[in-house]
């Protein structure tokens, strides 16, 4: 199902059915329930996958499908009720044991002639600096770092208006803020007959705006005895509320080795590639046999006994429309060259093509690039080869920064944390780096001669170059020359296009 906007988006034209649910606005398409319960029964189908952001969380999706007579490819309504909001969730999974981040258990009243008052007194309770937070959804949205007192008012009312627009929901709580933390979630699978287990850990340290940039399988420097130790709260805390399907648990990691329980994510992440190409196990596919009424599997529970002790390592950045040069601002554009990187280890999970539209509608997501290898070592050298080879044209992305961190000396050693980019990450060094590396591309495309003009009406590389390859109009490259030159002559030109321009 799709909107106006994502018409011609690939995933629509590739479906063998595909059905128009509203205009661009969200709250008119994806976020329309009717909509979306009219365009499954138009369709015939029996169950409904609701893929990782907008409804994907919210109960009353799964409500509205159990009244139609549709399978929800994700927990019960019972559950996405009780981990969707995080305070129930917060104080449930506290009552079972498990550590909570120190913070209130029942919302912060935004609007009243006492209310900022009220919320205060809490927030010295809780401590500074602390995060004003959303109690429903995720994403980083609806969420606000507060230093001082006299920030808090404000940071409550934005941090609760963008809660009500982006989920329904305005709400918000507050929490303290661990310095130097690490993320660290952990993969879940429960089945209808209550089995439950984790399938590995991922670090997401590594964000802007609350908002993940980088994650990886397994974390960094973590023992297998620490990974079953939060693989074992991960599993406590989804007991709590019978899960059954896929989830998140996600915890800090302090810097006294200490895991506190962040919330649970009832549905797919954006990052549960890199745990698919660790543990070797589809998780969509389970998702959809779980849905159907399947128990867990022995390649499952064999995942799950070897998770502790991993044989490989995958990281995974996003590729998305941003300017990491100005505060990781959207951009919109039309995307005039989309060249994904290949080879062993490389996987691309992408939305979009040459000749897409990023609009400002929804997040500015592109792809995520995924690459592992069997150590950290030779997944970060790989990584290194494919952010260099990976090439959009027309609008900006983060491939820069992506292209910065992969040779990042602190984040080679794995020593990442939350606030990893604001304390580490300045401009300056990339456009310095971009300009050395565009120095070097021109000057390796000199070594080359070139041959003949480029045909008219030939994409391949930009007006007034040179053809690539053999000569298109029949002629051929002469022996001084190997076959192959012209390719990689257009491949450096090319390159000599990237960002900066």
């Given at each position: 199902?799709?909107?106006?906007?994502?018409?011609?988006?690939?995933?629509?034209?590739?479906a063998?059915?595909?059905?128009r649910?509203g205009p661009?606005p969200?709250?008119?398409?994806?976020?329309?329930?009717?909509?979306?319960?009219?365009?499954?029964?138009?369709?015939?189908?029996d169950?409904l996958?609701?893929?990782?952001g907008?409804l994907?969380?919210?109960?009353?999706?799964?409500e509205?499908c159990m009244d139609?007579?549709i399978?929800f490819?994700?927990p019960?309504a019972?559950?996405?009720?009780?981990?969707?909001?995080?305070?129930?969730a917060?104080r449930?999974?506290?009552?079972a044991g498990?550590?909570v981040?120190?913070?209130?258990?029942t919302?912060?009243?935004?609007?009243?002639?006492?209310?900022?008052?009220?919320a205060?007194?809490?927030?010295e309770?809780?401590?500074w600096?602390l995060?004003?937070?959303?109690?429903?959804g995720g994403?980083?949205?609806?969420?606000?770092?507060?230093?001082?007192?006299?920030?808090?008012?404000a940071?409550?009312?934005?941090?609760?208006?963008?809660?009500?627009?982006?989920?329904?929901?305005?709400?918000?709580y507050l929490?303290?803020?661990?310095?130097?933390?690490?993320?660290v979630?952990?993969?879940?699978l429960?089945?209808q007959a209550?089995?439950?287990?984790?399938?590995g850990?991922?670090?997401?340290?590594?964000?802007?705006?609350?908002?993940?940039?980088?994650?990886e399988a397994?974390?960094?420097?973590?023992?297998?005895?620490q990974r079953r130790?939060v693989?074992?709260?991960?599993?406590?805390a989804a007991?709590?509320?019978?899960?059954?399907?896929?989830?998140?648990?996600?915890?800090l990691?302090g810097?006294?080795g200490?895991?506190?329980?962040?919330e649970?994510?009832?549905?797919l992440q954006?990052e549960?590639?890199?745990?698919?190409?660790?543990?070797?196990?589809d998780?969509?596919?389970?998702?959809?046999?779980?849905?159907?009424g399947?128990?867990?599997?022995?390649?499952?529970?064999?995942?799950?006994?070897?998770?502790?002790a991993?044989?490989s390592h995958?990281?995974e950045?996003r590729?998305?429309?941003?300017d990491p040069?100005?505060?990781?601002?959207?951009?919109?554009?039309?995307?005039?060259?989309?060249r994904e990187?290949?080879?062993?280890?490389?996987?691309?999970?992408s939305?979009?093509e040459?000749g897409?539209?990023?609009t400002a509608?929804?997040?500015?997501?592109?792809?995520?690039?995924?690459?592992?290898?069997?150590d950290?070592p030779?997944?970060?050298?790989?990584?290194?080869?494919?952010v260099?080879e990976?090439?959009?044209?027309?609008?900006?992305?983060t491939l820069?920064?992506?292209r910065?961190?992969?040779?990042?000396?602190?984040?080679?050693?794995?020593?990442v944390?939350t606030?990893?980019?604001d304390?580490r990450?300045?401009?300056?060094?990339?456009?310095?780096?971009?300009?050395?590396?565009a120095a070097r591309?021109a000057?390796?495309?000199?070594t080359?001669?070139?041959?003949?003009?480029?045909?008219a009406?030939?994409?391949?590389?930009a007006?007034g170059?040179?053809?690539?390859?053999?000569?298109?109009?029949?002629?051929?490259?002469g022996?001084e020359?190997?076959?192959?030159a012209?390719?990689?002559?257009a491949?450096?030109?090319?390159?000599v296009?990237?960002w900066?321009r």
């Open positions: 199902m799709y909107s106006d906007v994502d018409a011609e988006a690939p995933h629509v034209r590739a063998d059915h595909a059905v649910i661009p969200a709250a008119d398409s994806y976020l329309d329930v009717g909509a979306i319960i009219g365009a499954a029964r138009m369709s015939g189908a169950a996958h609701p893929g990782y907008f994907s969380e919210r109960a009353l999706l799964a509205a139609a007579g399978v490819v994700g019960s019972a559950t996405l009720a009780g981990l969707g909001d995080k305070l129930s917060r449930a999974v506290s009552e498990v550590p981040v120190p913070g209130t258990l919302p912060i009243a935004v609007a009243g002639p006492e209310a900022a008052g009220r205060a007194a809490r927030a309770e809780v401590g600096p995060l004003v937070k959303a109690a429903a994403g980083g949205r609806g969420m606000r770092r507060v230093d001082r007192a006299g920030d808090l008012q940071a409550l009312l934005a941090a609760s208006a963008e809660a009500a627009t982006a989920f329904g929901d305005g709400s918000v929490e303290r803020y661990m310095d130097r933390a690490r993320h979630e952990v993969q879940l429960g089945d209550g089995a439950i287990v984790a399938l850990e991922r670090d997401c340290s590594v964000q802007r705006r609350h908002q993940k940039l980088v994650e397994p974390a960094p420097g973590l023992t297998p005895g130790e693989h074992a709260l991960a599993i406590q007991r709590t509320f019978g899960l059954s399907n896929a989830a998140t648990a996600e915890f990691l810097p006294d200490r895991f506190w329980f962040l649970v994510n009832t549905r954006v549960h590639g890199v745990t698919e190409l660790v543990s070797g196990i998780l969509v596919q389970e998702q959809l046999w779980i849905a159907a399947r128990q867990l599997g022995e390649r499952v529970l064999e995942a799950a006994d070897a998770a502790p991993p044989a995958a990281i950045v590729v998305s429309a941003e040069a100005v505060g990781f601002l959207p951009v919109t554009g039309v995307i005039t060259a989309w990187p290949g080879g062993p280890g490389i996987r691309v999970d939305g979009v040459a897409t539209r990023v509608e929804y997040d500015p997501l592109l792809a995520k690039l995924l690459v592992i290898a069997p950290r030779s997944s970060l050298a790989r990584l290194r080869r494919a260099d990976f090439h959009v044209g027309g609008v900006q992305t820069p920064f992506h910065w961190i992969a040779g990042d000396r602190e984040f080679g050693a794995g020593r944390w606030g990893f980019v304390d990450w300045h401009p300056g060094p990339i456009r310095e780096m971009a300009a050395r590396r591309l000057a390796a495309a000199t080359i001669p070139a041959r003949a003009p480029m045909a009406g030939d994409g391949n590389v007006p170059s040179h053809r690539p390859g053999p000569d298109h109009a029949g002629g051929t490259i022996a020359q190997p076959r192959a012209g390719w990689a002559t491949g450096r030109r090319a390159a296009e990237r900066p």
